[in-house]
Nanobody, 122 residues
Framework: QVQLVESGGGLVQAGGSLRLSCAAS????????MAWYRQAPGKQRDFVAD???????NYTDSVKGRFTISRDNTKNTVYLQMNSLKPEDTAVYYC????????????????WGQGTQVTVSS
């Protein structure tokens, strides 16, 4: 069994910064791509950023230049540094990862964290 645990959410004023972390644990053989999504109240869950097992990254347009995704493969952890936060960034942020386990080394398991709340006040 594998799981993702997020941390680092909270309340911040507009223009401030937060750093989210997401650690994968369990019987992990390898973690492939990792990503962050967010879901605002009453809206669908949207893609924010992702990073391959190497260093290739991708961002949704609204966060380019403000958010940075990174990972530490030795810790199976992905980070999201969020700067210049805006009220419209308020959402529950979810971590996602494609995980290979020792019992399944060929088909990645699509795994989600429980979410962490980010609230940006104006």
């Amino acid at each position: 069994q594998v799981q993702l645990v997020e941390s680092g959410g909270g309340l911040v004023q507009a223009g401030g910064s937060l750093r989210l972390s997401c650690a994968a644990s369990g019987s992990i053989f390898r973690v492939n791509a990792m990503a962050w999504y967010r879901q605002a109240p009453g809206k669908q869950r949207d893609f924010v950023a992702d990073i391959t097992s190497g260093t290739m990254t991708n961002y949704t347009d609204s966060v380019k230049g403000r958010f940075t995704i990174s990972r530490d493969n030795t810790k199976n952890t992905v980070y999201l540094q969020m700067n210049s936060l805006k009220p419209e960034d308020t959402a529950v942020y979810y971590c996602n990862a494609q995980i290979l386990t020792y019992t399944n080394k060929f088909f990645p398991r699509d795994t989600w964290g429980q979410g962490t709340q980010v609230t940006v006040s104006s």
